[in-house]
Each structure stands twice: as C-alpha cells, then as structure tokens.
C-alpha cells in the first residue's frame, strides 16, 4: 500500500511543478531560444575545447555547458589592465595590426602555439574611439606573442552573461541560473560606431563599486570590465532640487542605449537582485577570484523564445498602468496586493493593451517586440558594426 500511496504523491507534487515551468521562465523575462551558434561564429577554426566560451554555444537551457564555460579559466595579456595591445596579422611585429585587446580583463581564444614565441589567437577586438586600430567589435583571428599570455583563474561561484539578443544580464549561480536583469547594452550610429558594446570573454576584475560620472549623467555601482567600459546601474540626472531622475533612461532598459557601458536595472526583481545587489554580492564574493562576465553576440539565426498565450501576467485593475511577472511585485502598494491575473494571449486586448512593462519584475515584452526582434535577426547580426556581413 506504502508505495503506490508514495507515487501519487510524488505524481500530486511533480504536476504543481511541472505547471509552473513556463512561468518560470517567464519570470527571466526575455529568454534566448536554444542554438548551435557560438561566440566564435564567425570563425574559420572550430577546435571544440571542453569549457571553452568560444566553443560552447549560446544555448542557456544547457545549464551544465554553461557553468563549465563560465568558471573555466581564461586566457588574458599581461600588461596594465588600463592599457591595450594589437593582434598582428602574421606572426611578424612589422605586419598589419587588425585588432585591440585590453590588459587582464580581456580573454583571447587561443588556437595555436607556436614554436617561434607567437600564438594564434581570436577575439572580438576592443577598440575604443581613440584605440591605434580601429575595428570596433570585430571578431578577429590574429597573432600575439606567447610571452605576453597568461592564464588565469576565475570565481567558481558566480559567473554571468550579457546577452545582446534578449537585452538581460543572466546570473549563474553554483551552477544554475538564479535571476536575470534587464540591461542596455551599446547603441552605435554611423558617427559612433564604437558605442557598440564589445563582445566576448572579460573578467570583472575591480571590486570597489564606484560611481561613473558624465556631464549629468550619474552611474552607480560602476564595476570594469573592459579598460573603460563598466556593468554599472541605469544612470540618472539630477533634477534642480538634486533628486535623482532616471526617466531619460530607465525606460530604454531591455534595448540598446549605452554608449558602450552596459546599463543595468536599479529596481529589485522578483527574486530580489538588482544592481545594488549585484554589486554587494560581487564585492562581498568569498572566492576572491575574478567574476567572469561574458558578452554574447547577436548574430544571425538566433531567436528569443515567445511565451505560451496561457503565461500568467498581472495588473491592478484600480487603476495600475503596468503590467507584472508576478502576483506580488515590490512596486506595487499592499492594499492593492495579491494583483489580478490574465494571460499573455490577452496583453493587446482590453483593457490590458495600453498596460506599460512593469521597471521592477521586468516582464516578458509584448509578441509583436519580441517577432520584431526574431525577424530583424532572420538575416542580420545588428552589433557588427566593422563586419562586411553589415557594409
Ligand atoms: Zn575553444
Ligand atoms: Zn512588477
């Protein structure tokens, strides 16, 4: 009698479970669709090293594949980690320098190593606006001496990816992932054209969180990542009475804006982070070793997955302006608490379509942003700013 008795109950357990699996999901607001595609797509060389960034592809539901790749140790140059190098088109110092690679946070992917002292290596290449090689974030395959490489250990409980498709911040935590965070990544335009953010493989290798300030604009909780580029919260202006506005840009959360710097949402979400959060918890880390951050391209052929019709949304029938993730968002005021349920199929209809995404549990964007998306990836990589695939 004890086992069947024992099976219906797990069967009871596991249905509530298995239900609940969308809205999940749902609750990292914009999900990558599983792919093949890899950082190094644009490669020529196609190696296949277990744990390697390059190698894995951007699949995020291969949470195993992506914990390997994010707590294996990188590839850096060993100079100031303010400073840059090139990589050189032949094995020759007097041959064309194609790419710019940062100091000690930047990784490369190393193909080959060479007898004569130099090693074949490939990255995205990190020029900034005033870099001695202008390719902004090209992907590169290029030679750089070997003496000038060293491997580095990175923290083995954290590790995150930016990923430029879906416009979140995931964090991996001991080997699962544990939220995700709104972000804008880099908006280039034909004058600026290094306002697109860097791809690849960094180390997060400052910790005193610090504010970025520019003209007006205030960045806190400011980490490097990249010589001059940092993960920092959404910036603000001050108003004349010196209260903080973060209206210019939070609102542009969860699409390209940045001048390079990856913008990341201040409000905690539904499982509590933000980029306050994020940033003690970086700060406070017990294993001292580097964060690894990496940064995934949007290339061509990659999709964000769409939810089922039937994925609970949220609103406050009495009056809220915004639709939630969940049924006890932070934003909301108690008295209008536990907010009223309806469904994704019934966003566009009324009273539910003119509803605005909610700064805070970062839902799910409407079907149409999101078919947007997938049909301006069908046959275009939009942060190739150098590539011929965009000329
Ligand atoms: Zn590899
Ligand atoms: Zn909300």
Known sequence: MRRPFALLLLIILLCPAAGLAGSDDFLLGVKPAPSDITPAFRSEYHPNHENCFWCTPMNINDEEAVWGMLTAPVTVVDINMKKQTVLYAEPDESSE???????????????????????????????????????????????????????????????????KLTQRLYLFKDGHLETSLAVSTG????????????????????????????????????????????????????????????????????????????????????????????????????????????IWEDYEGREVIIPDDDTPLYYNPNGGSMYHAVADCASVKSKFLPLTQFTYGELDESPYSKLTICPYCMPTPRKADLEAINQEHQDSS?????????K
């Open 97 to 163: 320098a194609i790419g710019m690679v940062t100091g000690q946070s930047q990784a490369l992917h190393v193909l080959e190593q060479y007898d004569n002292g130099w090693s074949l290596v490939e990255t995205y290449s990190t020029s900034f606006h005033d870099s001695k090689v202008k390719n902004f974030n090209a992907f590169v395959t290029g030679y750089i001496q070997t003496k000038k490489l060293k491997q580095v250990q990175v923290n083995q409980n954290y590790g995150i990816i930016i990923d």
């Open 187 to 294: 908006l280039y335009n034909s004058k600026q054209p290094y306002n697109e953010t860097r791809s690849g493989e960094y180390l997060i290798i400052y910790t005193k969180t610090g504010a970025l300030i520019d003209g007006n604009m205030h960045c806190d909780y400011a980490l490097m990542f990249n010589a001059a580029d940092y993960l920092h919260e959404v910036p603000y202006i001050k108003n004349a009475d010196g209260t903080k506005n973060y209206k210019p840009y939070e609102p542009k959360l969860g699409s390209r804006a940045s001048h390079g710097c990856i913008r990341t949402q201040k409000n905690k979400n539904a499982d509590g982070y933000s980029m306050k959060v994020l940033a003690d918890l970086i700060k406070k880390r017990k294993d001292t070793n580097c964060i690894k951050m990496v």
């Open 382 to 390: 939009p942060g190739e700013v150098m590539s011929y695939h965009n």
